[in-house]
């Protein structure tokens, strides 16, 4: 499952000719949020592929990016045209659109434009993809909740060096999925039907694992795990 928070994605073939004219304000971006965090503030869910973008020139518009052009697979919030298209701000950071792409893309509203800065967008051949069945749950208000959450290192307020650590979840004693944090220490194990399930953190080469016993409520739908703390070994 490859997911791209804002800040690390850079397409170039839009980034670039955005910066060249002028039009680069960068946004500050951290991360991107789980799936049901960016459906809830989202006001524009979908699934779609990318049928043309074409940037403005710098002097028609002091508001206006990109329009980008979607055929729209399946809507998940906000009740898009299978034919949309979208105008967006002059952020670099919505430099993230080309040609054929596909992707669930998750928009907030920016005036008279829309706005995909700092927001997730994850990238998925079909409808098949992991993520169409989590958005259909949400929309569909099916029970069960997105389980993601983070873990810290006790002894040190920063979390630059919380990546790469294995967090399995196991449901009555079998090891269901696993996943690995990311740099900051958050991770995300996705949709789960309601019940009671063990999130069991693997030991790294300098902090203990950890354990902790976790239920998913038929009205989950989105509420994260409290940080796991984690002792150094």
């Known amino acids: 499952m490859r997911t791209h928070p804002c800040w690390r994605i850079s397409t170039g073939l839009l980034l670039a000719s955005a910066l060249a004219s002028g039009r680069g304000a960068r946004a500050d971006c951290s991360f ?4 049901c965090e960016e459906f809830q503030r989202a006001d524009l869910v979908f699934f779609g592929e990318v049928s043309d973008v074409d ?3 710098a002097a028609q518009s002091d508001a206006s990016g990109a329009k980008v052009r979607f055929s729209v697979i399946e809507g998940f919030k906000g009740d898009p045209p299978q034919d949309l298209t979208i105008s967006l701000g002059r952020s670099s950071e919505e430099a993230r659109f080309q040609f054929g792409q596909r992707a669930i893309v998750y928009l907030g509203r920016a005036g008279t434009n829309w706005t995909s800065a700092c927001r997730r967008i994850h990238y998925a051949a079909g409808v098949d993809d992991l993520e169409v069945s989590w958005l ?46 990311e740099i900051g220490g958050r991770f995300d194990l996705g949709w789960r039907q309601p019940g009671t399930y063990v999130l069991e953190v ?12 976790i239920v998913v409520a038929a009205t989950s739908t989105c509420i994260p795990i409290s940080a796991i703390p984690l002792q150094p070994r």
Not at 140 to 154: K, R
Not at 171 to 181: D, V, Y
Request: glycine share 14%.
């Open 32 to 35: 991107g949020g789980t799936a």
């Open 136 to 181: 259909r749950k949400m929309k569909n208000h099916a029970a069960g909740g997105q389980v993601f959450g983070s873990v810290v290192d006790i002894t040190h307020s920063t979390r630059s060096n919380l990546g790469q650590i294995r967090v399995g979840l196991l449901h009555e004693g079998t090891r269901i999925a696993e996943t690995r944090t």
């Open 202 to 213: 693997t030991p790294s080469e300098r902090l203990a694992g950890a354990s902790r016993a």
């Open 55 to 57: 940037w403005e020139p």
